[in-house]
């Protein structure tokens, strides 16, 4: 549109119109401009628009950019200065007719409204544009800033749920904690109190055993004194003498004797066993001989070792000592390891044999080794690492572990024992007593098929 299109279309219309330049240069107004400004209509035209309006420059030229890069009408507010210095608001309405090319600038029309309510305020869009970028801007930061929190507050969650679950094992822990001590502590109660009960009664029958011997031979050499000298024995007492078999008597009684003292020696034995096994006075750290303490849990579950109503075969314990120093530990408590991982073997050696399978310990070096069925083994190996570690590792060939048991084997309360046999406690103590009380390993390799190793180290000296 030229400013004579212009001229020619808005010279009908009553209201006020403007054809500027998107620099604010007046191409042309209609009469009703002039009229307000108190001009002729030559006046005002070739002039720039802020020269007849009290917003600043900078403003309008905005104000013109944003109606020159829009495509539909922009609202706006021009306050104009009349002649006589009176300045009038209007709402002005500004359409874009020919946009900004290199070749030429944009041309904008605005039309002028009268306002009714005076606003000192210059409205223009591309502000509103900027309030509303702003406002966009501040929520997305906002949103980001939600986000963020929301991440946070998972971080947080997660925390709190993992240390939630962290107090939940310490508690799972100390639970079975106590319940192990109790056990251990019962059952080593218990075979103190047996050992001490049937200590008194074997000292007794041993340190009477010997006068019992002595009193004897007397007797029976009154008996043969009396054969020297009456050689011609009454009917009766021939009988009796035949009777008795006085001569297999005096043979015997001498082997009987003896029978009895190794009798009442293991008896020592055992009980000497059990109190050491128990060793309640322990719970101090003490220099103990590790073998002793395997060989009294062996002894404590000798009956478990035999053959039993043809359902188990007896199980053969290979014993493979090492030369070890004499251990600074917890005698106690490592003695409670060896019974927990002894049992388990055995466990394991019962249920193979009501599966009727074995495999053989160690298979790598008794590959050839014919398999039998009645062969239940348990392999006791003990050795010194270094000067500072000892290893003991007990192998047995029962059915072994999948890697699924496997990776619970050390949980509490994790059992494939039925109800009432086991309780799931036996190696997550023992764990705890070699690693955290010790500062030592246990670990459990094991074939599925071909039997469980499970291999202690501890330290020679925990000082
Ligand atoms: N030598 C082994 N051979 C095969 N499986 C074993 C062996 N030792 C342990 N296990 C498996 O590990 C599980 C956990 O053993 P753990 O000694 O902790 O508990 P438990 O023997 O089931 O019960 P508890 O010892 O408390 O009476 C056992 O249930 C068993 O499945
Ligand atoms: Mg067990």
């Given at each position: 549109m030229t400013p004579e299109q212009f001229l020619e279309f808005a010279r009908v219309l009553p209201e006020p119109l403007l054809l500027v330049s998107g620099e604010g240069l007046l191409l042309a107004t209609n009469q009703p401009v002039a009229d307000i400004l108190g001009l002729r209509r030559q006046e005002v035209r070739g002039r720039m628009l802020f020269e007849f309006v009290t917003e600043s420059t900078n403003d309008v030229v905005k104000y013109l950019q944003a109606c020159s890069s829009s495509r539909a009408m922009v609202i706006g507010s021009l306050t104009l200065r009349k002649n006589d210095g009176q300045t009038l608001i209007y709402r002005s309405q500004g359409a874009v007719i020919q946009p900004w090319s290199p070749e030429s600038s944009a041309l904008i029309l605005l039309r002028l409204e009268k306002r009714t309510l005076a606003s000192s305020n210059f409205v223009l869009l591309n502000q509103k544009i900027d309030q509303l970028a702003k406002e966009v801007h501040?929520?997305?930061?906002?949103?980001?800033?939600?986000?963020?929190?929301n991440q946070e507050l998972e971080i947080r969650v997660e925390e709190r749920t993992t240390a939630l679950q962290e107090t939940l094992n310490e508690l799972q822990l100390t639970?079975?904690?106590?319940?192990?001590?109790?056990?251990?502590?019962?059952?080593?109660?218990?075979?103190a109190g047996i050992a001490h009960e049937i200590n008194n009664p074997v000292s007794f029958i041993y340190g009477n055993l010997h006068h019992a011997y002595e009193y004897t031979q007397d007797l029976l050499k009154l008996v043969q004194i009396y054969q020297q000298l009456c050689p011609i024995t009454p009917p009766e007492i021939q009988d009796e003498i035949e009777e008795i078999d006085l001569d297999f008597l005096i043979q015997d009684i001498t082997k009987l004797f003896q029978s009895m003292k190794v009798g009442t020696e293991r008896i020592q034995e055992i009980v000497k066993s059990l109190?050491?096994?128990?060793?309640?006075?322990?719970?101090?750290?003490?220099?103990?001989?590790?073998?002793?303490?395997?060989?009294?849990?062996?002894?404590?579950?000798?009956?478990?070792?035999?053959?039993?109503?043809?359902?188990?075969?007896?199980?053969?314990?290979?014993?493979?000592?090492?030369?070890?120093?004499?251990?600074?530990?917890?005698?106690?408590?490592?003695?409670?390891?060896?019974?927990?991982?002894?049992?388990?073997?055995?466990?394991?050696?019962e249920a193979s044999a009501n599966n009727s399978q074995w495999s053989v310990v160690n298979p790598q070096t008794t590959e050839n080794q014919k398999l039998t069925k009645n062969n239940p083994q348990i392999q006791i190996k003990t050795e010194l690492i270094d000067e500072k570690w000892i290893a003991v590792s007990i192998a047995d060939n029962g059915l072994g572990i999948n890697e699924q048991v496997r990776s619970k084997l050390f949980d509490p309360f994790f059992t494939t024992k039925a109800v009432g046999k086991g309780t799931g406690l036996g190696l997550s103590i023992s764990y705890q007593i070699i690693v955290e009380k010790h500062k030592g390993e246990l670990r459990c390799f094991s074939t599925p098929g071909k039997g469980a190793e499970f291999v202690i180290k501890i330290p020679v000296s925990l000082v």
């Open positions: 501040r929520r997305k930061e906002a949103e980001e800033a939600l986000k963020k929190a639970q079975t904690q106590l319940v192990q001590a109790e056990k251990m502590s019962s059952l080593g109660q218990m075979i109190r050491n096994f128990s060793r309640l006075d322990e719970a101090e750290l003490k220099q103990v001989n590790i073998h002793e303490g395997i060989d009294n849990t062996l002894m404590i579950l000798e009956h478990r070792l035999q053959a039993r109503h043809d359902k188990y075969p007896e199980i053969k314990v290979i014993k493979k000592y090492g030369q070890l120093p004499n251990v600074t530990c917890y005698a106690g408590q490592l003695n409670q390891v060896f019974m927990n991982i002894i049992v388990n073997a055995i466990d394991a050696l």
